[in-house]
T-cell receptor, first 118, second 111 residues
Framework: DAGVIQSPRHEVTEMGQEVTLRCKPI?????LFWYRQTMMRGLELLIY????????DSGMPEDRFSAKMPNASFSTLKIQPSEPRDSAVYFC????????????????FGAGSRLTVL | GENVEQHPSTLSVQEGDSAVIKCTYS??????FPWYKQELGKGPQLIID?????GEKKDQRIAVTLNKTAKHFSLHITETQPEDSAVYFC??????????FGTGTRLTVIP
């Protein structure tokens, strides 16, 4: 398996522009997570999906952020309009959640998308 | 929600020495404690994990200990090598799908 694939790896854009980050989870995984990493706040969970359904989006900063998972092999995180404070590395991760919720959650992360908003 | 604190934020050791990173958590319901290693330009990678019914787990040069009473867990790396240099994150999980991460420790192994 190629692992979790994210694109683009780097994105530089100007304030006000729309940004779309993409993720392909590991085949067979049923949970997908979007994290944001900054020096100040570390790794923050933005949203996670289980079986393509958003379960918890309480970490999404504001209405400018939206995420979709139209099928089991693809997800997007969109920022519109982007602001300089959105500059960060955005990680997608996936896992296989077993029925019954054992409490174990082995996440596999992608390489991240580094976003710079000027 | 869960609050995970991690110390130290930076750690330098001589090659061959041991490194210890410590984390505390706030919610006694947490039952899963993974450790991730993040190399420059890459995503975090799971290196070892422990569940609340186990006090210690070892995998070659890496070991993790858990004290549920005190709500703290630690990562131990023995015989450190330059390739161990990275940022290490601890995490705690309340349930199946919500990991709370520590703030990270930047480990530098000096050859």
């Amino acid at each position: 398996d190629a692992g979790v694939i994210q694109s683009p790896r780097h994105e530089v854009t100007e304030m006000g522009q729309e940004v779309t980050l993409r993720c392909k989870p590991i085949s067979g995984h049923n949970s997908l997570f979007w994290y944001r990493q900054t020096m100040m706040r570390g790794l923050e969970l933005l949203i996670y999906f289980n079986n393509n359904v958003p379960i918890d989006d309480s970490g999404m900063p504001e209405d400018r952020f939206s995420a979709k998972m139209p099928n089991a092999s693809f997800s997007t995180l969109k920022i519109q309009p982007s602001e300089p404070r959105d500059s960060a590395v955005y990680f997608c991760a996936s896992s296989l959640e077993l029925t019954g919720g054992s409490g174990a959650n082995v996440l596999t992360f992608g390489a991240g998308s580094r976003l710079t908003v000027l | 929600g869960e609050n995970v604190e991690q110390h130290p934020s930076t750690l330098s050791v001589q090659e061959g020495d041991s490194a210890v990173i410590k984390c505390t958590y706030s919610d006694s319901a947490s039952n899963y404690f993974p450790w991730y290693k993040q190399e420059l330009g890459k995503g975090p990678q799971l290196i070892i994990d422990i569940r609340s019914n186990v006090g210690e787990k070892k995998d070659q040069r890496i070991a993790v200990t858990l004290n549920k009473t005190a709500k703290h867990f630690s990562l131990h790396i023995t015989e450190t090598q330059p390739e161990d240099s990275a940022v290490y994150f601890c995490a705690a999980s309340l349930g199946a799908n919500n990991l709370f991460f520590g703030t990270g420790t930047r480990l530098t192994v000096i050859p």
